[in-house]
């Protein structure tokens, strides 16, 4: 019977490559690296705005911008206040005084 024990050359183990196993592309030999081609075509057909043409229409954009904004930051503002003005009267409320929002009563005539 043989012994088990490890031979002089196993002793140190041994070593494995280990490859990525990411797959090759199909076009890998087609690609060469000086001819590189542009997958946009050509844009010049764009660049022949007036320039009085595209001027009014970027501050109609810039004017319907604004306007969406400050219809944002001012809904933001309101919001704000709102969710301030319901914590204060809460609060009121829960530290157990009365009259913690005023009623408006129109005055009686005379």
Known sequence: MKSQEPQRDEEKGRVLLFRPRVPRA??????????????????????????EESYRQRMINNLLAFAVLSVIVYCGIWLANTMAQLRADQDCVLTGRTNCAPIKVPPAPR
């Open 26 to 51: 199909r076009n890998d030999n087609l690609r060469r690296p000086g001819s590189f081609r542009s997958p946009v075509a050509d844009l010049s057909k764009y660049e022949q705005r007036r320039e």
